[in-house]
């Protein structure tokens, strides 16, 4: 319901643990491992309509839509959507007729918590979840479940959102009701979507709240994000590790490559990724921001006449919490970008510090969505340098997938093609588990 959003989005296990060396036997070119899954995945505004249903409260989509109609393109809103929220059996038995192994969906923290906190449970929204959960499992299909994917309960936002530094604990006691509810069922999680994008309606203006704090709030939403995980997967590690479930972020970014072999475009196509995926992935692997973000806005922020940097800094005891925080490598991969060397945006933002010009190679396939390009092996260069930065880890392909016009929703070669292209970089990359 939001721009540029994705109709189909393919979710696929990728890896896991010594794939390089413990001798594993690799997929032939036409057979993929029994471990290898293939999923779909949604998100709870985007599909359930609904929106004030049963007693669910209202979130922060619902009140830009319905505050600024003209926000979204088409004047579109989640009010309806795909009426997920009244067709869930159908929507599992689609499932099963297409042979997935795993669904991804995001739980609506304001159908299960009106007001956002849990003195206030609305018990129709806790078993909607318990029968998709159970309607899935029953049809042998495995539940993966995203506790945030963009829509803040409203009285959330209304003490500050994701600036508030006590979110944290209040994202913490709404996940320990979903871990207390659906954990002895759900073995796969996911805290916060796209953290990335998340920040984007606090330091920008095309995601909701759309408060456009333009270098401060983008920073300052995500230092709160991190905090909330780590709170929650420590929680869950103390309380419902019997559960045996496993906990990450859905990461999403750019992967680039530099549009030449000079030393700064190099430099620049990994500041690329270090100010994307690893803003929030390096906190959650090793405790921290990456050093170049570090060095790079503390030395903008002091440029500015600043007294304090712009991006917050962490306690010991959240340095702590946040190390070794996820068991998994949620990644969410679109597209692709060339990275050169050089100063853009205002000063400040997010863009400015990150000094990375973005372009397209010309070769790249247009589709419908302006910030996108169709770059299939861009898949297999991002997990690469996934397994390079992070150590190898498991990972799970949350989202993936193109846009279109929707003129010929029947005839969509373009979205046939990708998704052959893809499956074929996913099938090269366990053929070559160690490929730079």
């Known amino acids: 319901m939001m721009k540029g959003v994705l109709a189909l989005i393919l979710a696929v296990s990728l890896a896991r643990d010594g794939l390089c060396n413990d001798g594993l036997p690799i997929a032939s070119h036409t057979m993929f491992p029994s471990w290898f899954k293939f ?11 609904g929106w004030n249903a049963d007693g669910k409260g209202m ?8 505050e600024r109609p003209d926000f979204v393109a088409h004047r579109y809103n989640g009010d309806v959507a795909d009426n997920s929220y009244y067709k869930y059996k ?20 304001s159908r299960v918590l009106p007001t956002g906190r849990v003195d206030n449970v609305n018990q129709p929204g806790i078993d909607y979840y318990m029968n998709l959960i159970d309607e899935l499992l029953a049809n042998g299909i495995e539940p993966v479940v995203t506790l945030y994917h963009w829509d803040l309960p409203q009285p959330l936002q209304d003490i500050g959102g994701w600036l508030n530094p006590d979110i944290a604990q209040i994202f913490a006691e709404y996940a320990d009701l979903m871990f207390k509810t659906y954990g002895d069922k759900v073995k796969w999680w996911m805290t916060i979507n796209e953290p990335y994008s998340v920040v984007k309606g606090y330091g920008a203006e095309d995601f909701a709240p759309a408060l456009n704090l333009v270098g401060t ?7 709160n994000l991190l905090r909330a995980h780590a709170k929650a997967y420590r929680l869950y590690q103390k309380k419902y590790s019997h559960q045996g479930g496993k906990i990450s972020m859905a990461f999403c970014g750019s992967v680039c490559q530099p549009l030449t072999n000079t030393p700064e475009d190099i430099a620049a196509a990994d500041r690329c990724f270090q100010f994307t995926f690893g803003w929030f992935a390096h906190p959650t692997f090793f405790g921290d921001y990456h050093p170049v973000m570090r060095q790079m806005i503390d030395r903008n922020s002091q440029l500015e006449g600043r007294n304090v940097s712009r991006l917050p800094r962490f306690t010991e005891e959240e340095m702590t919490e946040l190390a070794g925080s996820v068991d998994y490598f949620g ?15 205002a000063v400040p933002s997010k863009e400015h510090d990150t000094q990375v010009i973005f372009s397209f190679d010309p070769s790249w396939e247009e589709c419908a969505s302006s910030w996108m390009r169709i770059v299939p092996q861009g898949l297999r260069l991002l997990a690469n340098k996934v397994r390079v930065e992070y150590g190898n880890p498991i990972v799970l392909i949350t989202e993936n997938g193109i846009s279109d016009d929707g003129s010929n929703p029947l005839n969509d070669l373009q979205r046939i093609r990708y998704y052959e292209e893809e499956i074929w970089n996913c099938e090269r990359r366990l053929q070559q588990p160690c490929e730079n």
């Open 59 to 66: 979130n922060i989509w619902d009140n830009i839509t319905h």
């Open 331 to 345: 990644m969410n991969y679109y597209s692709a970008n060339m990275a050169q060397n050089g100063f853009t945006g």
């Open 90 to 109: 159908e929507d599992v038995q689609l499932l099963k007729t297409i042979g997935f192994q795993m669904y991804r969906f995001s739980i609506s923290w």
């Open 217 to 223: 709030g983008d920073y300052a939403s995500g230092h």
């Open 39 to 49: 999923g779909a995945a949604t998100a709870a505004y985007q599909v359930e309509g």
